[in-house]
T-cell receptor, first 116, second 114 residues
Framework: GAGVSQTPSNKVTEKGKYVELRCDPI?????LYWYRQSLGQGPEFLIY????????DSGLPNDRFFAVRPEGSVSTLKIQRTERGDSAVYLC??????????????FGPGTRLTVL | GNSVTQMEGPVTLSEEAFLTINCTYT??????LFWYVQYPGEGLQLLLK?????DKGSNKGFEATYRKETTSFHLEKGSVQVSDSAVYFC?????????????FGAGTQVVVTP
């Protein structure tokens, strides 16, 4: 079956612009995670959705970052007033459910964001 | 807080050589431990996992044993192939965290030459 998909695969924008990154999880997966991977680093947690609600947004770096999942499926990560430091690969993962902690997360290919 | 430390790469070795990638963790409780792999041009994939002390995870010839006494989860493979060239990430999930979010190490690039 189809895996997690993310669009666009690459996004180049200018400092100060607004961007939206989309994630289509595996059908039926209620848990959805966003991570950010900077060059040479492992992914870092941003936000977790269980269904439509953001159950944990403790990883969002500041209030320029926001994410939604209005129908409990597709999620959009939104970044306002982008900065060069936001350049990274943004990863989305889904899981049949968020708990227990050993459930496998299935990752998408990521969106590479470059802020000029 | 929790953290994961893994050996720096790149690790370069010849086909059929033995591979070890060290991973140690710091956690207040007893986390679940994972190895994820990222092949060139592909997304992260779960390679193996262990959820309690002394558990051994295994897949595709790779193994890792959850060692509570040394807080380690080293990845091993007895005979690597060129197709094992990838970046390997050690990760943990804290059972005290209700949502299962993962905390990753920085990754270790492995290059296997023919």
């Amino acid at each position: 079956g189809a895996g997690v998909s993310q669009t666009p695969s690459n996004k180049v924008t200018e400092k100060g612009k607004y961007v939206e990154l989309r994630c289509d999880p595996i059908s039926g997966h209620t848990a959805l995670y966003w991570y950010r991977q900077s060059l040479g680093q492992g992914p870092e947690f941003l936000i977790y959705f269980q269904g439509t609600g953001a159950a944990d947004d403790s990883g969002l770096p500041n209030d320029r970052f926001f994410a939604v999942r209005p129908e409990g499926s597709v999620s959009t990560l939104k970044i306002q007033r982008t900065e060069r430091g936001d350049s990274a690969v943004y990863l989305c993962a889904s899981s049949p459910r968020g708990t227990p902690s050993y459930n496998e997360q299935f990752f998408g290919p990521g969106t590479r964001l470059t802020v000029l | 807080g929790n953290s994961v430390t893994q050996m720096e790469g790149p690790v370069t070795l010849s086909e059929e050589a033995f591979l070890t990638i060290n991973c140690t963790y710091t956690a207040t409780g007893y986390p679940s431990l994972f190895w994820y792999v990222q092949y060139p041009g592909e997304g992260l994939q779960l390679l193996l996992k262990a959820t309690k002390a002394d558990d051994k995870g295994s897949n595709k010839g790779f193994e890792a044993t959850y060692r509570k006494e040394t807080t380690s989860f080293h990845l091993e493979k007895g005979s690597v192939q060129v197709s094992d060239s990838a970046v390997y990430f050690c990760a943990l999930s804290d059972p005290a965290d209700s949502w299962g979010k993962l905390q990753f190490g920085a990754g270790t690039q492995v290059v296997v030459t023919p």
